[in-house]
């Protein structure tokens, strides 16, 4: 088939996509030669609203289709589509119907076809691997929708995302972590095995001395399980190969809490309301910040005395706290402990580098919650927006970041 043929196929709004050299135009449109060649010319009604909605989406680098139901015929296509990939729109077209360009580009028409039986207003978002005309692979996410129109026909409109920068961003993100893992695990391992020969031969040291190595010892293998938790070359090779979740229950956060208390061999005492919401996050990103809190209350509280967990309902979120029997943050430190480095009056002695609370609150801050100090000094609450029954998240009204210590 000839490219001047194309409307036999794509409809008359589709002729000038799979040109690439102009971008689709409504018959309105091709009557004046004036009008912006990237759009349908924007007018009353909804022809108007599609060809804006459609630009914002191009202006931020996607490509924008729409695809009528339920014969699966490609109505738009961004012309960005053969920029990208090097394929016109009548081969998309093609891959949608199952006819050819199988192996470039069957996995996306598969995925359109397959997602046009959507029920109208679910939202479908997944990557799919393509490859270019020169046939090299290049990764896309595909988020797609079925609406209905005016007319009682239904569309499948989406947009496709390049993945090639954020895979590039990955794969450094991944060399940089197994540099840190070895740069760390190298120096930790000397000072390992050189304070387990202490040990062995400390038979004549007093107590005090004794002490003091096991505290390197303990302090040593709690940076090693760090790097096996966060920088193991295995949790490294799965970050962009496997869908992180991004949803936690509240609950899930209470149990892992009360689990460190029982390993550290202490009393957990749960204060939470039922039902308890989702939150929207990186689950292992908040259970580290109230792992942060735990570690905080075990350290400054008398061994064998009891922490308790709370969780209740707060405006359109779920606040939880951690509360322990110790005496509590000095009020002259009050307004300091969640800067960077900062340890208080009180930590004298006591291991620790003055980081934890800074990333508690950080990590809390980035997932638009509010981490902040009980009047007494005794308790940490920690605020974050919950997920509606929608599945929408509810983000608080105003939120400080961690420079604005103003709610201590």
Same mark, same amino acid.
């Given at each position: 088939?000839?490219?001047?043929?194309?409307?036999?196929?794509?409809?008359?709004?589709?002729?000038?996509?799979?040109?690439?050299?102009?971008?689709?135009?409504?018959?309105?449109?091709?009557?004046?030669?004036?009008?912006?060649?990237?759009?349908?010319?924007?007018?009353?009604?909804?022809?108007?609203?599609?060809?804006?909605?459609?630009?914002?989406?191009?202006?931020?680098?996607?490509?924008?289709?729409?695809?009528?139901?339920?014969?699966?015929?490609?109505?738009?296509?961004?012309?960005?589509?053969?920029?990208?990939?090097?394929?016109?729109?009548?081969?998309?077209?093609?891959?949608?119907?199952?006819?050819?360009?199988?192996?470039?580009?069957?996995?996306?028409?598969?995925?359109?076809?397959?997602?046009?039986?959507?029920?109208?207003?679910?939202?479908?978002?997944?990557?799919?691997?393509?490859?270019?005309?020169?046939?090299?692979?290049?990764?896309?996410?595909?988020?797609?929708?079925?609406?209905?129109?005016?007319?009682?026909?239904?569309?499948?409109?989406?947009?496709?995302?390049?993945?090639?920068?954020?895979?590039?961003?990955?794969?450094?993100?991944?060399?940089?972590?197994?540099?840190?893992?070895?740069?760390?695990?190298?120096?930790?391992?000397?000072?390992?095995? #050189?304070?387990?020969? /202490? !040990? @062995?031969?400390? =038979?004549?040291?007093? %107590? +005090?001395? &004794?002490?003091?190595?096991?505290?390197?010892?303990?302090?040593?293998?709690?940076?090693?399980?760090?790097?096996?938790?966060?920088?193991?070359?295995?949790?490294?090779?799965?970050?962009?190969?496997?869908?992180?979740?991004?949803?936690?229950? #509240?609950?899930?956060? /209470? !149990? @892992?809490?009360? =689990?460190?208390?029982? %390993? +550290?061999? &202490?009393?957990?005492?749960?204060?939470?309301?039922?039902?308890?919401?989702?939150?929207?996050?990186?689950?292992?990103?908040?259970?580290?910040?109230?792992?942060?809190?735990?570690?905080?209350?075990?350290?400054?509280?008398?061994?064998?005395?009891?922490?308790?967990?709370?969780?209740?309902?707060?405006?359109?979120?779920? %606040?939880?706290?951690?509360?322990?029997?110790?005496?509590?943050?000095?009020?002259?430190?009050?307004?300091?402990?969640?800067?960077?480095?900062?340890?208080?009056?009180?930590?004298?002695?006591?291991?620790?580098?003055?980081?934890?609370?800074?990333?508690?609150?950080?990590?809390?801050?980035?997932?638009?919650?509010?981490?902040?100090?009980? %009047?007494?000094?005794?308790?940490?609450?920690?605020?974050?927006?919950?997920?509606?029954?929608?599945?929408?998240?509810?983000?608080?009204?105003?939120?400080?970041?961690?420079?604005?210590?103003?709610?201590?």
């Amino acid at each position: 088939m000839q490219r001047g043929e194309s409307k036999d196929i794509l409809n008359d709004n589709v002729n000038c996509t799979i040109d690439n050299r102009k971008c689709p135009m409504t018959r309105s449109t091709a009557a004046n030669p004036h009008a912006p060649a990237s759009l349908e010319r924007p007018g009353a009604g909804a022809a108007g609203t599609d060809a804006h909605f459609r630009t914002i989406a191009e202006l931020a680098g996607d490509i924008a289709i729409s695809i009528d139901l339920p014969a699966r015929t490609l109505r738009y296509l961004s012309p960005a589509f053969s920029a990208l990939l090097g394929h016109e729109a009548a081969e998309l077209q093609a891959a949608i119907a199952g006819k050819g360009g199988q192996e470039a580009l069957g996995a996306l028409g598969t995925h359109l076809a397959s997602s046009g039986k959507m029920p109208p207003g679910e939202r479908r978002v997944e990557e799919v691997d393509v490859r270019n005309a020169d046939g090299h692979p290049v990764g896309l996410q595909v988020i797609t929708t079925v609406v209905c129109n005016d007319d009682a026909s239904c569309s499948l409109v989406g947009l496709l995302r390049d993945l090639s920068p954020q895979r590039a961003h990955l794969v450094d993100q991944r060399r940089f972590a197994s540099m840190l893992n070895h740069e760390f695990r190298t120096p930790l391992a000397t000072i390992d095995g #050189a304070i387990q020969r /202490l !040990e @062995a031969t400390a =038979q004549g040291a007093d %107590e +005090a001395v &004794r002490q003091r190595y096991r505290k390197i010892a303990v302090a040593t293998d709690r940076l090693i399980a760090m790097l096996d938790e966060y920088l193991s070359p295995d949790r490294m090779a799965a970050i962009g190969k496997v869908r992180q979740p991004n949803t936690i229950a #509240a609950r899930e956060l /209470l !149990e @892992a809490g009360v =689990q460190q208390l029982r %390993e +550290a061999g &202490r009393a957990a005492v749960v204060e939470a309301e039922e039902p308890t919401p989702s939150l929207r996050g990186e689950p292992e990103g908040l259970r580290l910040a109230l792992k942060v809190l735990i570690d905080n209350a075990l350290l400054f509280s008398p061994a064998g005395s009891k922490v308790t967990l709370g969780a209740r309902r707060s405006g359109n979120g779920l %606040e939880f706290t951690v509360r322990d029997e110790g005496p509590g943050v000095p009020p002259e430190d009050a307004a300091c402990i969640f800067d960077k480095g900062y340890r208080g009056s009180n930590a004298a002695g006591l291991p620790g580098s003055g980081l934890g609370l800074y990333m508690a609150r950080s990590i809390v801050d980035v997932h638009g919650g509010m981490l902040r100090l009980g %009047e007494d000094g005794k308790e940490f609450r920690l605020w974050l927006p919950a997920l509606d029954i929608s599945g929408q998240q509810q983000l608080a009204s105003s939120s400080p970041n961690s420079d604005n210590r103003t709610d201590h």
